[in-house]
């Protein structure tokens, strides 16, 4: 069975500074991969997704991902944070029948 | 292009009464879901449609849960009789098929069973 695991609960970093969050996945072939953000009482937006044509993929908003095989690794990152990414973060992989299974989320706080 | 409605956006009610919530995709998707997101978790798949059809439903509370797809457009999804443990918001989501593509969500409904 596909799952993703998201090492960090919540992750605290000061505007201006880059952005890590980590999501391990479990596969037994190469995967559908995605980030999703979720603003307070906002709907879930897709930042980004790999599927296969390139290992480092371009999201909205300054985000991107590097899927790396070797350590089953898809982590999120940012050069620089702005207040405005503070929010909910999942990695999200796709069992059979196309329905998204979701980490258990990374809450990003961004201090002044 | 429109989004995913969802109706209503917030519903308080007692515990053991009965609730529906109500879906309308975007106009042409195929595929839809329903997820259950309790607090401070990631979103659970509950039931997925593919037409008026149901392709997954393992995770359906079957006893209490129950969803429709009359026609392949509008979805309901109904609680009776709640519990306490159903707090949670409720998303929509219609895809036009394909691994994660045109994947869209609604803003969902958050219930609480008090």
């Known amino acids: 069975a596909q799952s993703v695991t998201q090492l960090d609960s919540h992750v605290s970093v000061s505007e201006g500074t880059p952005v890590l969050l980590r999501c391990n996945y479990s596969s037994s072939y190469s995967p559908s991969l995605f980030w999703y953000v979720q603003h307070p009482n906002k709907g879930l937006q897709l930042l980004l997704k790999y599927t296969s044509a390139a290992t480092l993929v371009k999201g909205i908003n300054g985000f991107e991902a590097e899927f790396k095989k070797s350590e089953t690794s898809f982590h999120l990152t940012k050069p620089s944070a702005h207040m405005s990414d503070a929010a909910e973060y999942f990695c999200?992989?796709?069992?059979?029948?196309?329905?998204?299974?979701f980490g258990k989320g990374t809450s990003l706080l961004v201090t002044p | 292009e429109a989004g995913v409605a969802q109706s209503p956006r917030y519903k308080i009610i007692e515990k053991r009464q009965s609730v529906a919530f109500w879906c309308n995709p975007i106009?042409?998707?195929?595929?839809l879901y329903w997820y259950q997101q309790i607090l401070g978790q990631g979103p659970k798949l509950l039931i997925q449609?593919?037409?008026?059809?149901?392709?997954?439903d393992s995770q359906l509370p079957k006893d209490r849960f129950s969803a429709e797809r009359l026609k392949g457009v509008d979805s309901t999804l109904k609680i009776q009789p709640a519990k306490l443990e159903d707090s949670a918001v409720y998303l929509c989501a219609s895809s036009s098929g394909g691994e994660g593509y045109g994947y869209t969500f609604g803003s969902g409904t958050r219930l609480t069973v008090v």
């Open positions: 999200v992989v796709i069992p059979s029948g196309y329905a998204l299974n």
């Open positions: 449609f593919q037409n008026n059809g149901v392709v997954d």
């Open positions: 106009s042409g998707h195929a595929t």
